[in-house]
């Protein structure tokens, strides 16, 4: 698989799972972009794997959804 459509699968793949567990914890996108401090265009942006978070918004999405951390294989080197 070529470097860039392994980074869009990783984007997909990351995206599902913001996505999966927005809903196990019961939150719209607006909710957790309140949460994130970002918009909800942004949330619909990481969970369709168009985007990926900025640092600046991981941890405050990390703690939102219950992660430790976040690592949801949105490592994209250019």
């Known amino acids: 698989m070529a470097h860039d459509e392994q980074s869009r ?5 990351g ?3 913001i996505r999966r567990a927005r809903m196990d914890r019961g939150l719209s ?3 957790l972009a309140g949460a994130v401090g970002c918009g909800p ?3 619909a942006r990481w969970e ?14 990390a ?3 219950g992660w ?9 080197t250019a």
């Open 48 to 61: 369709l794997g168009l985007f990926a978070p900025r640092a600046k918004h991981r941890p405050a999405l």
């Open 63 to 65: 703690r939102a959804l």
């Open 15 to 17: 995206g599902a799972a």
């Open 29 to 31: 996108q607006r909710q």
């Open 68 to 76: 430790p951390t976040f690592s949801s294989g949105y490592e994209v």
């Open 9 to 13: 699968q990783q984007m997909r793949v």
């Open 41 to 43: 265009a942004s949330v």
